[in-house]
């Protein structure tokens, strides 16, 4: 009986324990949402109907809106954080600031109601704080509705009116958006211009504007027949309704986000692409457009097709490239960007913005939390895409394809990393000192994440493992530990050290070779790790005869070491390095005579901060 008891109560703690583990479960929304748009006044009136699944094992007796329109106000936690900032961003500085009531954005609640009641809220800033009389229960769903009103702010960051290439509206953030909540809880940051986190699911909105407006943006169009402007079918006869205004209806699934833009002079050209969705470039024609943004189209397709292959399959049946925005700003199935550009940095926002596609739009990483996993990761696979894309697009023949473009990356980062200004990557986006600590760490160092932990993989490990990791977390937002552990099931190698150095230190790369001797043993090489990051090391010895042998050196904690490469040169592989010891000798057999000259890293693929000591040219007697 004793014995019974005793099971009983290992059963029962250990069915707590597993049960408390935190759950990788997704919040599931609908939205509809009817707007009826003022030009004149640069408002709009609007109603919302949100239907939200709390699939949490938790109860929620709040919920929490983004109202980021209230962001462009004087005072605002926005316009104090860039007024603060010793490097802020030239196109907000101090803007805010001098904005009249007239220029101002707000987004402001008139009723809500759930499940048919009202309920109580509080307009906090950019959040709107809701607390619930009846709780939702987990594995049930609240029907939320809202009445609203907004006004479009000057275009400063991202949203506006009237952005510097005349573009009437860039509608991003538009709408009252519901706050995610996940297993870290909720995500209800203040909105001061940096990244977004936001749940998967469907809009259906309808959007009331002047009819002599184009529109473009994320989802599919419901009414091409209503509304022409090239988004007919051929063929199909245009019939619009009687009135001033136009209705225009749009459906996205399985999206974290909904933004259109609007201008009466857009041209609107679109194209199928040959592996891919259907492509829409909505651009303002004048003489800095109209020859660049027509050879977009092939540059574009060229890039779907790559993409799909080496990232993974584009899962939604159209993009868009709008011009807008004040730089380039992703979004689920399209894009704003400048569009006033020569053709190479068109294509070059193009092609960045639609890789955050994969990095945010169908992964959906929390990017304030883990930015480096967007931007860095958006950052190496656009620079890959750039260098495939000079040897299929005619406008760009002649441009040099490199064997490593992620070089200058390397060479940005260390050379930033020795300023003293560098932060850890685990900083949330909004809490960087400075905008040059998150620029650099979430774009340059998050790029840098990648391309090391390809030297340490091995190329052809490292690329089926980004196509794993996409399969695997497409649609379940991922952390930097999902990664790390997609990347060691395919390589067979313990990363978990590598994450955790390049996430949350600021340690850097330096290795040397302190000297190369022949002693009783053959040739000694000492080797000396002086920056405090350990790494493998790759060593070229060069001989006097013009031949060259790669020496791997792995590191104990890896567990394993990269495989042979495919590309026909062979790896030589040493013992296994310590991270504990400072230093360490490569022995080889023969004699100093043989050799010319040692290499740490000859192809510049470690992000090393000094490769003055990398090098030592044996001097012969």
Known sequence: MRNLILLTILLFLTHSFVSAQPDRWQQAIKYEMDIDFDTKKHQFTGTQKVDYTNNSPDELDKVFYHLYFN???????????????????????GRISKLSPEEIGYQRVT????????????????????????PIAPNSTAVFEMEFNAQVPIQIRRSGRFNKEGI???????????????????????????????????????????????????????NPETIGYGYEAEGQKVKRPKGNKLTWHFKAPNVHDFVWAADPDYTHIKQQAKDGPMMHFLYKKNEKTEEIWPLLTQAMDEAFSYINKKYGEYPYEQYSFIQGGDGGMEYPMATLITGERNFGSLVGVSVHELMHSWYQMILGTNEALY????????????????????????????REVVDFPQAGSLKGYANFSSSGAEEPLSTHADHFTTNAAYGVGS????????????????????????????????????????FIRVMEK???????????????????IDYGIKSVEEKDNGVVIELQRVGMMPMPVDVTISYQDGTEQVI???????????????DGSQLIYAPDWPWTNLTYDLVLPGNLSNIAAVTID?????????RENNRKVVKQD
């Open 71 to 93: 962001a462009f106000q004087p005072g605002s936690m926005m316009d104090m954080r860039n007024r603060a900032l010793v490097d802020s961003d030239q196109r907000v500085g």
């Open 111 to 134: 009723k809500l109601t759930c499940n048919g009641k009202p309920v109580k809220y509080e307009i906090v800033g950019t959040i709107l704080e809701v607390s619930l009389s009846e």
């Open 168 to 222: 009437d509206y860039s509608m991003s953030q538009w709408y009252p958006k519901m706050s995610e909540y996940d297993y870290q809880g909720w995500h209800a940051n203040p909105y001061i211009g940096r990244e977004f986190h936001g749940v998967w699911g469907d809009f259906d909105v309808k959007i009331k504007i002047d009819k002599d407006y184009i529109l473009g943006g994320t989802g599919y169009l419901q």
């Open 371 to 398: 930015a480096w996993m967007d931007e860095g990761f958006t950052s190496y696979a656009s620079d890959d895409v750039m260098n495939y894309l000079r040897t299929k697009v005619p406008a760009f023949a002649g």
């Open 443 to 482: 774009y340059v160092k998050g790029n840098v994440f990648l391309a090391q932990l390809e030297y340490i993989m091995g190329t052809e490990n490292f690329e089926k493992g980004i196509l794993s990791y996409y399969d695997t977390w497409k649609f379940k937002h991922p952390n930097p530990n999902d």
């Open 490 to 508: 395919v390589s067979g190698l313990e990363l978990d050290w590598y994450r955790e150095y390049m996430v949350n230190t600021t340690h850097t």
């Open 552 to 566: 791997n050196i792995p590191m104990v904690i890896m567990r394993g070491k990269k495989p042979q490469p495919k």
């Open 602 to 610: 000859a192809k510049e693929r470690m992000a090393d901060v000094d």
